[in-house]
C-alpha cells in the first residue's frame, strides 16, 4: 500500500525553525521527485519545493528560497524540509507528495506530476 505520512508540524514563533519529515511507504523515494506543498487558510495549494530523481538537486518557490532546504535520505525512504527563519506567512498544512519519472527532473509546474500524497502536518508560526 502506497502511503506518505507527514510530521513535524506544530506551533513556532517567527524566526524559529522546524522540520518536516516524509516518511514512505509501498514505493521508493529515490525512484519519484518528492515535492512538498503548502495550504494556507482561504488560499490554493501552491508549490513549494521539488527535488528529483536525476541528480538529487531541488528547485524552490521565490518565498522560501534560503530558508527552506528539501532533501531525502533513501535509505530510510523518507523526504525532509528543512525550514528556518519562519515568517508567519509560512503558515499553512504542508503536504508530501511523489511522483514524476525515475531519472528526471521536476516539471514546472511540478504539481501535475505527483501520483501520491500525505494527509499534512500544520505549521502555525506566530509572530
Known amino acids: 500500500q502506497v502511503q506518505l505520512v507527514e510530521s513535524g508540524g506544530g506551533l513556532v514563533q517567527s524566526g524559529g525553525s522546524l522540520r518536516l519529515s516524509c516518511a514512505a511507504s509501498?514505493?521508493?523515494?529515490?525512484?519519484?521527485?518528492i515535492a512538498w506543498f503548502r495550504q494556507a487558510p482561504g488560499k490554493e495549494r501552491e508549490g513549494v519545493s521539488c527535488?528529483?530523481?536525476?541528480?538529487?538537486?531541488?528547485i524552490y518557490a521565490d518565498s522560501v528560497k534560503g530558508r527552506f532546504t528539501s532533501s531525502r535520505d533513501n535509505a530510510k525512504n523518507m523526504a525532509y524540509l528543512q525550514m528556518n527563519n519562519l515568517k508567519p506567512e509560512d503558515t499553512a498544512v504542508y503536504y508530501c507528495?511523489?511522483?514524476?519519472?525515475?531519472?528526471?527532473?521536476?516539471?514546472?509546474?511540478?504539481?501535475?506530476?505527483?501520483?501520491?500524497w500525505g494527509e499534512g502536518t500544520l505549521v502555525t508560526v506566530s509572530s
Open positions: 507528495a511523489a511522483g514524476g519519472a525515475y531519472g528526471a527532473y521536476c516539471s514546472d509546474p511540478y504539481y501535475y506530476d505527483m501520483n501520491y
Open positions: 509501498g514505493f521508493t523515494v529515490a525512484h519519484y521527485s
Open positions: 527535488i528529483n530523481s536525476a541528480d538529487g538537486s531541488a
